[in-house]
């Protein structure tokens, strides 16, 4: 069994900066991919950025490329979402999932297995 748990969250203003953390606990096989999510109000839910377990080849939406920046730390089972220039359209609540999807279907949440409860990110002055 898979469980996620992310952190780091908060109000921030226009412009400012934020780390996410998730840290998964059990055990995940070489071929997952690790992503986040996120859901504005009043919006469906987003694909954020993806990263390959095996080689950490890493991938971006495209509202947050040259944005966000995403790594993983195998040796803390731990994945980061660096944001910055964060705008107030980037509010939502930030989930990160585990899973195989195939690359075509990276962006397709219905292709994860495990999710985490979430942390929300308000962007706000």
């Known amino acids: 069994q898979v469980s996620l748990a992310e952190a780091g969250g908060g109000l921030v203003e226009p412009g400012g900066s934020l780390t996410l953390s998730c840290v998964t606990t059990?055990?995940?096989?070489?071929?997952?991919?690790m992503a986040w999510f996120r859901q504005g109000p009043g919006k469906d839910r987003e694909f954020v950025a993806a990263?390959?377990?095996?080689?950490?080849?890493?991938y971006y939406g495209d509202s947050v490329k040259g944005r966000f920046t995403l790594s993983r730390d195998n040796v803390k089972n731990t994945m980061y979402l660096q944001m910055n220039s964060l705008n107030p359209e980037d509010t939502g609540l930030y989930s990160c999932?585990?899973?195989?999807?195939?690359?075509?279907?990276?962006?397709?949440?219905?292709?994860?297995?495990?999710w985490g409860q979430g942390t929300q990110v308000t962007v706000s002055s």
């Open positions: 059990g055990r995940t096989s070489r071929d997952y991919k």
């Open positions: 999932a585990a899973g195989r999807p195939i690359l075509a279907a990276l962006r397709d949440e219905k292709m994860y297995y495990y």
């Open positions: 990263i390959n377990l095996n080689d950490r080849r890493t």
